[in-house]
């Protein structure tokens, strides 16, 4: 299985950028996809996820700012990021919790991660 993420960049305060991250591979089903995110000196912190019941789940700061979305039939997830601050600045990594076959177990695969800077 393998995540491929796109769309990082350097945004001024304010900007927006969309995140993209698609898995391939041997997939069975998809239970969730999420975007997670490291800043310099920071540990890695969930940003957005996204089950497969529909609902989503956002970390306090970015509510109101980022919306993630998901393509099931592309098993490809987006992060749609509006109105960023530098404190958004860090290494962005998709996640998908996924199972590789039916009976198999859960596991967590991870992108390479994707570079957003914010700063004017």
């Known amino acids: 299985v393998q995540l491929v993420e796109s769309g990082g960049g350097l945004v001024q305060p304010g900007g927006s950028l969309r995140l993209s991250c698609a898995a391939s591979?041997?997939?069975?089903?998809?239970?969730?996809m999420g975007w997670y995110r490291q800043g310099p000196g920071k540990q890695r912190e969930l940003v957005a996820l996204?089950?497969?019941?529909?609902?989503?789940k956002y970390e306090d700061s970015v509510k109101g700012r980022f919306t993630i979305s998901r393509d099931g039939a592309k098993n490809t997830v987006y992060l749609q990021m509006n109105s960023l601050k530098p404190e958004d600045t860090a290494v962005y990594y998709c996640?998908?919790?996924?199972?590789?076959?039916?009976?198999?177990?859960?596991?967590?695969?991870w992108g390479q991660g994707t570079q957003v800077t914010v700063s004017s």
């Open positions: 591979g041997s997939i069975f089903i998809i239970n969730a």
């Open positions: 996640m998908a919790a996924l199972v590789r076959a039916w009976g198999s177990r859960e596991d967590e695969y």
């Open positions: 996204a089950p497969s019941d529909g609902s989503a």
